[in-house]
C-alpha cells in the first residue's frame, strides 16, 4: 500500500532555529504539494512542484520558508529563522496528474512547535 | 477563498446514511466536485469527485444537482470511524490543470451510537 511519508513527525524548536521538515512522495507521482494546517487559518496550500520544477509558491513567506525537489523522492521545507508563529502542522501530499482522475494522497503530517 | 460553503457540523446517528451537502453556486463549466475528509490528526483523504454525473465507488456516493450549483455526500452506513471534518472542494482537473486545493472549513460530521 504506497503512502507519502513525512519525517520528522513531531519537532519543538526554538525560535530562530532553523527546521527542516522532508517528504518522500508516492513513488511515480509527478506533483507535490506542501500545507500547512493551523486552527486559525486552517489548511492553506504553501507551494508545490511538478515533475520537480515549482510551480506556485506564493502561499509561502518567501523571506523565511523554501521548498526544494533535490530528487523524484524527496521533497523538503526549510523554514529560516522559525518564528513562533510557524507553529503548525505542515501536510505534504503528492498526486499523479492523469485524464480522469487527479486526487492528491497526503502524509502524516509534521507537527512543528516553535517556543 | 474557498468556492464552496457547506454547514459547520452534522450529526449521524451509527448504521444511517449521512447526507452532506455542499453548495458551489458560482462553478465554471470545467471545474469538478472533490470531497476529502480529514479525521483527527491525520491528513485528509481522497473520497471521491465528479463533474456532472452522480460518482459511487467503494466509500460514498455523489450527487450532483443538475445546474451543478449544489451537490451532496451520501455515506450511505455511517460508523463512528467516520467522524471526520469532509471537505467540499471545486477545482479544476489533471492535464495541464494546477489540481490546486483550495481547503474551506468543512463540515464536522459526528457519528453517534
Known amino acids: 500500500d504506497a503512502r507519502v511519508t513525512q519525517t520528522p513527525r513531531h519537532k519543538v524548536t526554538e525560535m530562530g532555529q532553523e527546521v527542516t ?3 518522500q512522495p508516492i513513488l511515480g507521482h509527478n506533483t507535490v504539494f506542501w500545507y500547512r494546517q493551523t486552527m ?3 489548511l492553506e496550500l504553501l507551494a508545490y512542484f511538478r515533475n520537480r520544477a515549482p510551480l506556485d509558491d506564493s502561499g509561502m513567506p518567501k523571506d523565511r520558508f523554501s521548498a526544494e525537489m533535490p530528487d523524484a523522492t524527496l521533497a523538503t521545507l526549510k523554514i529560516q529563522p522559525s518564528e513562533p508563529r510557524d ?3 505542515y501536510f505534504c501530499a503528492s498526486g499523479l496528474v492523469r485524464l480522469a482522475r487527479g486526487e492528491q494522497y497526503f502524509g502524516p503530517g509534521t507537527r512543528l512547535t516553535v517556543t | 477563498d474557498a468556492k464552496t460553503t457547506q454547514p459547520p457540523s452534522m450529526d449521524c446517528a451509527e448504521g444511517r446514511a ?3 451537502p455542499c453548495n458551489h453556486s458560482t462553478i465554471s463549466g470545467n471545474e469538478y466536485v472533490y470531497w476529502y475528509r480529514q479525521i483527527h ?3 485528509p483523504q481522497y473520497i471521491i469527485h465528479g463533474l456532472k454525473n452522480n460518482e459511487t ?3 460514498a456516493s455523489l450527487i450532483i444537482t443538475e445546474d451543478r450549483k449544489s451537490s451532496t455526500l451520501i455515506l450511505p452506513h455511517a460508523t463512528l470511524r467516520d467522524t471526520a471534518v469532509y ?3 471545486v477545482t479544476l482537473l489533471g492535464g495541464g490543470a494546477t489540481n490546486k486545493l483550495i481547503f474551506g ?3 464536522l460530521l459526528a457519528v453517534q451510537p
Open chain 1, 21 to 23: 521538515m522532508r517528504c
Open chain 1, 40 to 42: 486559525m487559518q486552517g
Open chain 1, 87 to 89: 507553529s503548525a502542522v
Open chain 2, 18 to 20: 449521512a447526507n452532506l
Open chain 2, 41 to 43: 490528526s491525520q491528513g
Open chain 2, 57 to 59: 465507488n467503494e466509500m
Open chain 2, 87 to 89: 471537505y467540499c472542494i
Open chain 2, 105 to 107: 472549513t468543512g463540515t
